[in-house]
């Protein structure tokens, strides 16, 4: 079965820093990949998103992530954090044409 | 576009009740689903619908749960007999039909069973 794993539990950065986030995928090919933020109180909001193609997407609000399937990875990045980054971000694939694996999920600080 | 709305925003209730939730759906979206969120955790599919049909269901739907989209527009899902290990944020989601397509969340539904 699929899989979904995010390293790191907390991030913290400074204001204006530059950002990534770690995922990690289990599957046997290329699955549909999607990084998702969940600011508190709120559901989930789209990121970005890759199927096929140019291995680095770009998102909403200056996220990109780079697929790699060598080592199976879709990291997020940005190069510079705003306050209102802060929130929690999940990975997650698609694998079997319907339902989303989701990771443990990032919560990022962000210091002022 | 309104978006995906759940009702209600937070529930409260004790052991042993039922509790009910409901999630509309973006009206041109033919699928819906439901996804369990525990504290520190991500978002874990629970079942999903296509227009009216419920096409699957994880095995963490244990026999208590129940969920319908009567009409293929709106869902709901029942909890029977509530545990404390239910309390959760249920999310519904809605999306178009191809694995490609968005799933659009709502804001979830916070259930605490005391």
């Known amino acids: 079965a699929q899989s979904v794993t995010q390293p790191d539990i907390h991030i913290t950065v400074s204001e204006g820093a530059s950002l990534e986030l770690r995922c990690n995928y289990s599957?046997?090919?290329?699955?549909?990949l999607f990084w998702y933020v969940q600011s508190p109180g709120q559901g989930l909001q789209l990121l970005l998103k890759?199927?096929?193609?140019?291995?680095l997407v770009q998102g909403i609000k200056g996220f990109e992530a780079e697929f790699k399937r060598s080592q199976s990875s879709f990291n997020l990045r940005k190069p510079s954090v705003h306050w209102s980054d802060a929130a929690e971000y999940f990975c997650a694939v698609n694998t079997a044409g319907n339902k989303l694996t989701f990771g443990g999920g990032t919560r990022v600080l962000v210091k002022p | 576009d309104t978006g995906v709305s759940q009702d209600p925003r937070h529930k409260i209730t004790k052991r042993g009740q039922n509790v009910t939730f409901r999630c509309d759906p973006i009206s041109e979206h033919n699928r819906l689903y439901w996804y369990r969120q525990t504290l520190g955790q991500g978002p874990e599919f629970l079942t999903y619908f296509q227009n009216e049909a419920q096409l699957e269901k994880s095995r963490l739907l244990s026999d208590r749960f129940s969920a319908e989209r009567p009409k293929g527009s709106f869902s709901t899902l029942e909890i029977q007999r509530t545990e404390q290990g239910d309390s959760a944020m249920y999310l519904c989601?809605?999306?178009?039909?191809?694995?490609?397509?968005?799933?659009?969340f709502g804001p979830g539904t916070r259930l605490t069973v005391t």
């Open positions: 599957y046997g090919a290329t699955p549909y």
């Open positions: 890759y199927f096929s193609g140019d291995t």
């Open positions: 989601a809605s999306s178009l039909v191809t694995p490609t397509d968005e799933q659009y």
